[in-house]
């Protein structure tokens, strides 16, 4: 079957595409340092239709790439800072009565957006939390019985502090497991830091990204030629049974309280599957479930207390299982 078909999008060319998405490393790179592996991660989900859960120090450019990120695909984006006092309507919208019509009215909320950065979702209540689950699973948002269909593309990226725990409110597991990926966001490397520094000192300014040189370089037609491409990518029975298999030895650890859900294992192969595609292959290889294992599945898994307290981490069991697991030949 020809991928240059079916739902292609007006470019009608998935390897102008692929090329498209290529070139937003770089154009991101204009103004954010050395966060390679994460603007891969966001453009994964966006290709899988899934949210990311950021994680990372303060300061480390989270909501800067999420901007840049929205610059370079020339698509609109939001920021809700989450605090204990936000309320639901806060984020979905609500029904405003205007005196002139004497009518209540639809007032939408920044949820109505296409890439929406939920800043430190753990410090808002669960309530709260929960007003983003229906936006994130069924892409709409009901209010006063009505469902609103949200804009296509739709990401959210969440960011949580992983320090300052007092007065948070950790995502419970059921919510967890709604992000596609968990990316963690490092500190900079010593040059990687001298060159945020040099950029400063020359005058960069992190709010005004048009003067920093980030300019549209794919766009919704690219998603969708992409998205298209992504769904034709070859699984054979193999990789399919070799995914199964990583899942199912997290379920068995002697580590883990909790393993990974089926919903997990087919997260995992639907990343797997842009990977590939976006390394230009049209067909799946355990190196590429390998690669995104980890972002995948790091934040599906619960360690148990005394293996926490032993210095063990979630991505030290996913790795200790993939080193153990059969890789399919």
């Given at each position: 079957m020809d991928p240059t078909t079916d739902n292609a999008g007006p470019s009608g060319n998935p390897g102008t595409a692929r090329d498209a998405l290529e070139a937003l490393r770089a154009e991101i790179a204009k103004a954010v340092v050395g966060q390679d592996p994460a603007v891969t991660g966001l453009v994964v989900a966006l290709l899988c239709r899934g949210?990311?859960?950021?994680?990372?120090?303060?300061?480390?450019?989270?909501?800067?790439?999420v901007r840049a990120l929205a610059s370079a695909l020339e698509l609109d984006t939001k920021r809700v800072q989450f605090t204990p006092d936000l309320m639901p309507s806060d984020v979905t919208g609500s029904l405003v009565y205007d005196t002139r019509s004497a009518e209540f009215s639809?007032?939408?909320?920044?949820?109505?957006?296409?890439?929406?950065?939920?800043?430190?979702?753990n410090r808002t209540p669960p309530k709260t939390q929960s007003s983003l689950l229906e936006a994130m699973e069924e892409r709409q948002v009901t209010v006063d019985g009505t469902p609103r269909a949200l804009p296509d593309p739709f990401l959210v990226a969440a960011t949580q502090n992983p320090v300052e725990y007092e007065g948070t409110y950790p995502l419970p597991e059921a919510q967890l497991d709604r992000f596609l990926l968990k990316l963690t966001i490092p500190l900079?490397?010593?040059?990687?830091?001298?060159?945020?520094?040099?950029r400063h000192a020359e005058g960069f300014n992190p709010r005004d990204l048009h003067?920093?040189?980030?300019?549209p370089v794919a766009g919704p037609a690219d998603l969708e030629a992409a998205r298209a491409a992504v769904g034709k990518t070859t699984i054979s029975p193999e990789i399919t049974a070799y995914v199964v298999d990583i899942c199912r030895?997290?379920?068995?650890?002697?580590?883990?309280?909790?393993?990974?859900?089926?919903?997990?294992?087919t997260a995992l192969l639907a990343t797997a599957r842009a990977w590939?595609?976006?390394?230009?292959?049209d067909y799946v290889i355990p190196?590429?479930?390998?690669?995104?294992?980890?972002?995948?599945?790091?934040?599906?898994?619960?360690?148990?207390?005394?293996?926490?307290?032993?210095?063990?981490?979630?991505?030290?069991?996913?790795?200790?299982?993939?080193?153990?697991?059969?890789v399919p030949r």
């Open positions: 949210h990311v859960l950021l994680e990372g120090v303060p300061g480390v450019a989270k909501t800067l790439l639809f007032q939408p909320g920044p949820v109505f957006t296409n890439l929406l950065l939920a800043d430190e979702i900079p490397s010593r040059q990687d830091e001298i060159d945020v520094l040099t003067a920093a040189g980030v300019r030895a997290t379920r068995e650890s002697p580590s883990l309280t909790l393993g990974v859900s089926p919903r997990g294992a590939a595609w976006l390394t230009g292959r190196d590429d479930v390998k690669a995104l294992a980890l972002p995948t599945l790091r934040h599906r898994v619960q360690l148990r207390p005394e293996a926490e307290m032993e210095g063990v981490t979630a991505d030290s069991v996913i790795n200790a299982i993939l080193a153990h697991v059969p």
